[in-house]
Structures are given as C-alpha cells and as structure tokens.
C-alpha cells in the first residue's frame, strides 16, 4: 500500500496541514480522526462523499474514523460563506435530520466494507452529547478563556461578514467556532481523536480546536483539508439543474447519481474517478488514456458512474441503473423491456422518466399531467398531430380509453416523438 501522503495528493484529496507529521502517524495504523456533518436536512449531498472517501485511504491504514453529527451546532450553523444568517430548524426536525445522516453513514461504509471486503472501524457520535450538562458559565471557563477575540477576528468566515456593510453576524454564529473547538478538544480527551478533517474553506474553525487542546491540555493535535471541488466550468461540484445531489435515493435516485457523471466532461472524469472511487490510481489513468482515445463511447464516465452509484447505494442499484439508461438511450424495443421487469423495477424505472401513478385520468389528463402537454387543448392537438404513443401504437381517437390499456394490468408506456418518455403504473 502507498505511503498515506502520496495517496492523498495522487487522489487530489489533500489542499493543506498543520503538520507533516501527521502521515507518519496516521501511516503507521491505530489512530482516530472525525469529519464533522451539518444536519440542515435529512439526507447527505454528493459533496459530503468526498469526506467519506477521503476518510476511507486513512481507515485503509487501520485508524478509526469518527463521523460527528454537528446536533449541537446544528441549532445555530456556522457562519460559512453564507450571505446572511440561516433559519433555525425545530428540535423536532433537527432530530429527524441527525437520525437520518447517522443511517445513510452506516448503509455507506457497509457498502465500502462489502465491495472492498475489509473491516472499517468507524463510529458514529453526536456532539450533542458534549453540550447537554454543559451550563453556559462553564462553558465560558472551559474554552472561552482560551480563545480570543482577535482571533476569531481574524478568521475569513467571520471577516467577510464583518466588513461589508450590507451584511452582519450575530453573536450566535460568531460563536460557532468555539462550539467547534470544543468538539475537537471533547473527542481528543475522551476518544483520543488527534485528527480533524474537513473542507479547505473551514481551516479557521479546525484551527481554533487544536489551539485550544493545546492550551488547555499541553497536548499535540492536527488538522487537514480536502479543496472544495468544481467541475471544468467551474461550477460547485455535487450540483445540478435540479439543485443539490442527495445520498438519499428518495431525493434523488442512483439513476440520477448515475446520469450526473455519465454527462460530466472529458475533463472531469480523471478528476472524479481519483476523488470518488478506490480505483487504483494507476488503472485510473489506464482508463482515461483509453477513454481520451474513443470519448464519444463514454467508458470513462460509465466506470465512474458505476463505482460512484454502487459505494452509495450498492451493486443493485448500480447495475439498474445502467438498465435504465440503456433502456432510455439505447435502441433496445422499449416495450418488451418493460414487460419483463418486476413491479419494483418497474417503480424504480417509473422514478427516472417521472413517471406517475395512475387514479382515472382520461387521455388528455395523462398526457398533461405526464408533462407531456401544457393543457388538454395542447394535449388534443399532439394527439391530432400523430405525436402520442402508448405501449408504442399511435394514438389517433380522442375518446381513448387509458384505463382499459394497462398492461398485464400494471403499467402504460407512453411517449412524445422518441426521447419523451412516461412509465405509469396502476
């Protein structure tokens, strides 16, 4: 196995470090390091799973990660580079949210378990549990002593936010980083964390835990981040037309996952593939010399849909959802396709033509609420001009009977000229 820090610059995982020491350490096995998680909702992004692979080339080398679910700070955020305060999210929600992230980090490293067949050790923690018997005077004796003013001053997060006029930052978020802080100093004293990792854009933050370890306790500490990552225009890597990417595959399917990365640039996909997989290095640019020699086939973006799809939702979904996208873009007979799935395949293909679920919608009401039509006059218009298909016959009768034409009473295929496609299921 590679030496820890030429596995994380190979992988363009590694933007900076407070000290060079810590490869050594975290090289020779038997260590702990956290990457902290925000609960804003109740699923992980695709911008998270850089913070799971990056961790998994120290697990690889025998150390335990910790994931620490911030439900503590999650009450007040962290100032960031956001433009104004965020809303507070209800107890209730916050609550939802943490139990959510704590399922999707477990079925996550089960799954890296299962496709690399070794034992992470890795535990789930709630810095919740740092702040409950915690009274605010004691929390100003224990770390706010210990961090000064000018400090947290100094820090780019808070800085911006300060400076310019047409902004402002309360009290509460200029607190964060001590809340931060503690965190680390509470998992270094109780676990034995010597390590924290995070976004190159949070350095302050991860900077103010180890100043305080070692105020407080004389003791050596380290930090280290990934750099934030944008595609070859530049935009934040983990978005798309629809907004954020989910790890939860009720907000977005694998084959969404899946579609992102088969429509990611040439230039991309070493990048991706090193970042986002456990391919080794040098296959990966085996594979992309191979995939600059024939771009239009696509095998570099297939590889690293695949491996992406199948670390998150396992070897099922990945391989479903290349069934799906060569049922959508390939020249299989659609219809014979589909009458070979199970009703959960069929479900899961409904998903990613958002399809829907039929109740008595007569032609024209399918068609527009198949987005297939703006209204019932442009519906009947479509259907005049020979442009409607269902279970592939041309529809020609404005009196056609939907209901009577589901078949083997579970499902209508309905279609607009050839790349507009509808599933819907009875």
Known sequence: MKNLKQELEERALLFQNSSEDLFELYNNWGESFYVGYDPTADSLHLGNFIGFM??????????????????ATGMIWDPGWKDAERSFLSKEDLQHNEDSLKIQIWGIFENLSEITGENFDYEVVNNKDFFEWISYLDFLR???????????????????????????????????????????????????????????????????????????????????????????????????????????????????????????????????????????????????????????????????????????????????????????????????????????????????????????????ETIVKADLAKSNWDARNSVKAGAIYINEEKISAFDFEVKNSFIDNKFIFIRKGKKNLKLILK
Request: hydrophobic share 35%; proline share 2%; net charge neutral.
């Open 54 to 71: 990056a961790g998994v080339h120290f697990m690889r080398r025998q150390n335990k990660y910790f994931a620490l679910i911030w439900g």
């Open 142 to 364: 224990e770390v706010g002593k210990y961090v000064t003013i000018n400090k947290m001053m100094s820090k780019d997060t808070v800085k911006k936010r300060i400076e310019d006029p047409k902004q402002s930052i309360s009290y509460t978020e200029f607190s964060y980083m001590l809340l931060q802080g503690y965190d680390f100093y509470r998992l270094f004293s109780d676990r034995n964390v010597k390590l924290q990792m995070w976004w190159q854009d949070q350095w302050g933050n991860l900077v103010t835990g180890s100043e305080l370890i070692r105020k407080k306790v004389d003791g050596q500490s380290y930090v280290a981040t990934w750099p934030l990552i944008t595609d070859s225009s530049g935009k934040k890597f983990g978005k798309s037309e629809w907004n954020a990417i989910w790890l939860d595959k009720n907000k977005t399917s694998p084959y969404e996952i899946y579609q992102y990365f088969m429509n990611c640039e040439d230039v991309d996909v070493d990048k991706y593939l090193k970042i986002l997989t456990l391919i080794e290095t040098e296959e990966i640019n085996e594979i992309v010399k191979n995939h600059l020699e024939n771009p239009g086939n696509r095998e570099g973006q297939k590889k690293l849909a695949y491996s992406v799809v199948e670390i998150i939702h396992w070897k099922i979904e990945a391989d479903l959802a290349i069934k799906i996208s060569e049922f959508m873009f390939g020249k299989w007979n659609k219809l014979e396709t589909l009458k070979t799935l199970s009703l959960e395949e069929l479900k899961t293909f409904q998903n990613a033509m958002w399809g829907f679920d039929y109740i008595s919608e007569n032609l024209f």
